[in-house]
């Protein structure tokens, strides 16, 4: 090992890489760079690169950049865009490039040879066994083992991980790529209220007219604050699928989920209990009537929004809404109606129209706390009390 007081080798050095979630073996090679030159210079591979090079990286640009600046062995940090070494030396007039000896008979190093044959080519070796592919399949191995059973959807079961919950949404052929009404949704004259008014079995509330709108309402509502709603992924598809033929009372719609044309899983951050399992946990408590007032006002805040962004949820209750650390997020979105989904016909259309002007979600979901809480004692305290939230 050279001596700190020692004249080095090199003047200046550089060595590209992606650098993510950096580890012990990172910066061993770094350290034994910085003993042969008096600048190091890092060429950080940046995100797009990553991509092309090897996978999306875990951290982004900044995020590696950041830690190598801090890094004692780093000197400065530059971007590399997959250019050729000799066009970085022109810009940096580096006199010497570390690399690892895995590249020594790459064509890149072939080439910057012939270009730059004046400029040394120093090769480190990693020799701590360890590599960010291992910590990653580290992680995904933790991940797995941590997955647990949440709960049972129409489309399969809900897992989480931690604060991470994935639901699994099956479109159907006929839906696939498209948020029309294929499957022929009946839509009344007037909306319906929770489990109230109407037919209930022959006039579900908006209920799966395409599993594609909850898809689509990451978009919509993507960076509202009670969204839970984080990534969209597509896990299976199947181009060989065919439609299937019309059956009564949606068969056919219930048959093309069962086989779908693709699948996708919903990421969603975990945001609590419900408020129905809530009311059960804190009913006796003194506080409880005063608390829950403030929830039901905080519901009718998000509902303003969503008319603002001319949205309906459709299935607005306690068991959508969940709590954590105050925070209040509505869920189950697969019963939604947007302004942005066209082309409607005729008459989901006036449906539509009708649920934004009648305040239907608000409704909705007054009419089912009083289905649901009208015998509880403290029923009427709720009821009585002159709140703006219950106007």
């Known amino acids: 090992m050279l001596s700190p007081f020692a004249r080095k080798p090199y003047r200046v050095g550089y060595m590209t890489g992606c650098f993510d979630l950096p580890h012990r073996a990172h910066f061993s090679v770094l350290r034994r760079a910085k003993a042969l030159c008096d600048t190091l210079i890092v060429g950080l591979t940046t995100d797009e690169r990553c991509v092309v090079e090897k996978r999306q990286p875990i951290l982004d ?10 890094c004692r062995y780093v ?3 530059v971007a590399n865009v997959g250019d050729p070494k000799a066009r970085d030396w022109k810009k940096l007039r580096f006199d010497v490039v570390f690399s690892e000896p895995g590249r020594m008979d790459s064509e890149e190093f072939k080439v910057f040879r012939q270009a730059c044959p004046d400029v040394p080519v120093v090769f480190l070796s990693r020799t701590l066994g ?3 592919s291992e910590l990653i ?6 991940f797995m083992s941590e997955l647990e059973f949440f709960k049972l959807s129409l489309n399969g079961p809900i897992l989480r991980s931690g604060k991470t919950l994935m639901k699994p949404v099956h479109i159907g052929v006929s839906e696939y790529q498209t948020i029309e009404n294929v499957y022929h949704m009946p839509f009344p004259n007037l909306p319906r209220n929770w489990k109230r008014i109407g037919e209930v079995h022959r006039h579900p509330n908006i209920s799966g007219v395409n599993s594609n709108r909850e898809i689509q309402m990451l978009d919509v509502i993507g960076h509202e604050p009670w969204n839970p709603l984080l990534h969209v992924k597509e896990v299976y598809s199947n181009p060989h699928v065919h439609p299937i033929e019309k059956r009564p009372l949606f068969g056919h719609m219930q048959e093309e989920r069962r086989y779908p044309r693709a699948i996708v899983w919903l990421y969603m951050r975990y945001a609590g209990p419900t408020m ?5 946990e804190h009913q006796e408590d003194d506080t409880f009537v005063p608390t829950f007032l403030q929830m039901i006002e905080e519901v009718r805040r998000i509902l303003v929004r969503l008319l603002d962004l001319r949205v309906v949820h459709g299935d607005v209750h306690p068991r ?3 709590l954590l650390d105050n925070r209040l997020s509505l869920v189950d979105w697969g019963w939604c109606m947007s302004a942005r989904f066209e082309p409607m016909g005729d008459k989901e259309r006036q449906y539509f129209h009708n649920c934004l002007n009648s305040w239907f979600d608000w409704h909705h979901f007054l ?5 649901m809480y009208n015998k509880r004692p403290w029923w009427k305290d709720i009821a009585a009390k002159p709140n703006p939230a219950l106007i």
């Open 137 to 142: 399949d580290q992680m995904q191995y933790r």
């Open 130 to 132: 360890i590599s960010t």
């Open 75 to 77: 000197d400065v940090v």
């Open 61 to 70: 640009f900044e995020h590696r950049a950041c830690i190598l600046r801090d």
């Open 276 to 280: 129905e399992e809530w009311v059960e």
């Open 367 to 371: 009419d089912s706390l009083e289905y």
């Open 320 to 322: 959508n809404l969940c």
